[in-house]
């Protein structure tokens, strides 16, 4: 794998480290609902699923 494709994958866990703080996770905890999940759920699940695939399409694309 080249360097650059390195430094997106680094910039990807920069990227979730901030998502997944606590001060932005703390924006979306309210008692509200959305299809009877809470939306605190539905952010980490979402930005997780996110990640994953974003991972995959860099690893898959550029792995030599």
Do not use: C, T
Request: proline share 3%; hydrophobic share 55%.
């Amino acid at each position: 794998m080249k360097k650059r494709h390195e430094q997106k994958l680094i910039i990807l866990s920069i990227l979730m480290l901030l998502v997944l703080n606590i001060p932005l996770l703390l924006l979306f905890d309210s008692a509200s609902a959305i299809g009877g999940f809470p939306i605190i759920y539905l952010h980490i699940f979402s930005a997780w699923l996110f990640s994953v695939g974003i991972s995959y399409l860099i690893i898959k694309r550029y792995y030599e």
